[in-house]
């Protein structure tokens, strides 16, 4: 896309005092922050990395994607363990000690933030703790942690400033009842009964942990169906297994009003599921999505358009309309993941590296993702990439399916899990894979390889004769393509 970038030119006076200098300033050291510091050190860039954290790897490691990840293993094992009676083995009731699983995740997370602040230091990377805006198209002003201000003046700077929970206006923004994942992860209660505001991933996986430490689920969605984006057959067997954990799925609802008291946040609702009382919560969990940084850095400083919601318009080299600034993640749009983001670090590090050296390969790296895999980190995970038949149909695009059933398995049986399914997608005229899904345990660990089948343009073929390991689950990738093939002889005979 077309940006007209503003001409680079030598550094001038524009931001007053310069207490540092470098080759590449990173504002943001979440995983494409750090990720683009650490490539353009590693290519040769004198680089000064800026975060308002007090440690590395912002919302992702410090308050999102990790420590939930370490709960949700927690509650995995608590889950599985309770079917372990009808196999001939038995368990006490878990006796949770919230502040032993509070230092858990900590740990987890100190132990990444650790090793970042070390490969840091090994790379020579200059880390400001503090919220930084830019002064001036080449200069940046630092408020660090300590109290004092820094001004440091780059060549070529990175936008790596994330995003935020969006927080709903009615409800009562200091009662911490109310929380958003973040809050969420702080485990302060286990509440007796909890309200997910939205039916996405990161509101259904928190709700999977509070589900097994005891919690009762109420979620309320304005659309027609949770976890949108996936296929709804993918959904059906994730909803299936854990309509235990909730009392009420409220679709095509809307929350209207909230009032705190002593005895709860009494909220109330509008729509198909709307029950017609008020209903009471000990903790409400607002999941409705996440709000770009780009009006929080005084991009305008620096000439970077911004948006009106806030998001960064880049080229395929990540470059914003200023050509020696480039964004990176979050900032630049969906989908806000940080797989996504840390290919796009790479990228705007290497250009902007190729330009500072005169290497003229590096100046050519585009970020040009064919597919991004999306997961759902629940029990069973959810997983997919690439075209869905939702967004086939949308298309007009002719597609069809190769699909193995676990119930056929013999390593998803010996689990004990054999609930889920894996599903291919091919393109009717060429028979390449043009997307696929996976529900059931360890999908998220599968996804890569529909991913990369995609990326490298295989068919069914490609993927069926390719020898999978027996018995795995990952096998069931091929037998799908086999039955796309009608070759599966681990499933009955088609019908001619």
């Given at each position: 896309m077309a940006l007209n970038p503003t001409p680079s030119g030598t550094p001038s006076g524009d931001g007053g005092r310069v207490d540092m200098e470098c080759d590449l300033l990173v504002l943001g050291a979440g995983p494409g922050g750090y990720s683009a510091a650490f490539r353009g050190a590693d290519l040769g860039l004198k680089t000064v990395l800026v975060e308002r954290y007090a440690t590395l790897g912002g919302v992702c490691l410090n308050v999102g994607c990790i420590p939930s990840k370490a709960l949700l293993h927690v509650a995995s094992v608590m889950d599985e363990v309770k079917h372990f009676a009808a196999?001939?083995?038995?368990?006490?009731?878990?006796?949770?000690?919230?502040?032993?699983?509070k230092q858990h995740k900590e740990r987890v997370v100190g132990k990444l933030t650790g090793g970042l602040a070390a490969m840091a230091k090994m790379r020579k990377v200059t880390v400001l703790h503090g919220s930084g805006e830019f002064a001036g198209p080449f200069h940046l002003s630092v408020d660090v942690a300590d109290g004092s201000a820094q001004t440091v003046r780059f060549k070529r700077a990175i936008i790596a400033a994330g995003s935020e929970a969006l927080k709903l206006p009615f409800l009562p923004q200091d009662d911490p009842r109310v929380v958003t994942s973040t809050g969420a992860l702080e485990l302060?209660?286990?509440?007796?009964?909890?309200?997910?505001?939205?039916?996405?991933i990161i509101g259904l996986e928190m709700g999977t942990v509070y589900s097994t430490l005891g919690t009762r689920l109420d979620v309320v969605e304005m659309l027609d169906g949770l976890m949108?984006?996936?296929?709804?057959?993918?959904?059906?067997?994730?909803q299936k297994?854990?309509?235990p954990r909730f009392d009420k799925i409220m679709l095509k609802t809307k929350t209207v009003g909230a009032q705190a008291s002593p005895q709860?946040?009494?909220?109330?609702?509008?729509?198909?599921?709307a029950p017609s009382d008020p209903q009471i919560y000990d903790m409400v969990l607002q999941a409705?999505?996440?709000?770009?940084?780009?009006?929080k850095i005084g991009a305008a400083k620096a000439g970077v358009s911004v948006g009106e919601r806030g998001f960064i318009a880049v080229d395929t080299q990540m470059r914003t309309n200023v050509a020696h600034i480039f964004a990176i993640g979050d900032i630049v749009g969906q989908p806000m993941l940080a797989h996504k983001a840390v290919h796009e670090a790479h990228v705007a590090a290497e250009v902007a590296a190729g330009e500072q050296l005169g290497d003229a390969k590096l100046q050519r790296a585009s970020f040009d993702a064919s597919v991004i895999p999306s997961?759902?980190?629940?029990?069973?995970?959810?997983?997919?990439?690439?075209l869905t038949e939702d967004e086939a149909r949308a298309r007009g695009m002719k597609v069809r399916k190769g699909l193995f059933p676990w119930s056929a398995s013999g390593r998803a049986i010996a689990n004990g899990r054999d609930e889920g399914f894996t599903k291919l997608l091919f393109s009717e005229e060429s028979h390449r894979i043009v997307g696929g899904g996976i529900v059931g345990t360890h999908a998220g660990d599968m996804?890569?390889?529909i991913a990369l089948a995609i990326e490298m343009g295989a068919d069914a073929v490609d993927i069926g004769k390719t020898f999978h390991p027996h018995p795995t689950l990952g096998e069931s990738i091929g037998l799908a393509a086999e039955a796309f093939e009608g070759a599966c002889t681990d499933l009955p005979p088609q019908r001619r």
């Open positions: 196999l001939g083995v038995t368990f006490a009731e878990p006796a949770v000690d919230l502040a032993k699983l302060r209660q286990v509440p007796k009964r909890m309200l997910i505001v939205g039916g996405g949108l984006g996936a296929d709804r057959d993918l959904v059906k067997v994730w297994m854990n309509a709860g946040i009494s909220m109330r609702f509008e729509g198909d599921g409705v999505g996440r709000a770009p940084n780009g009006h997961v759902a980190y629940t029990d069973p995970e959810v997983a997919w990439v690439g996804i890569g390889e």
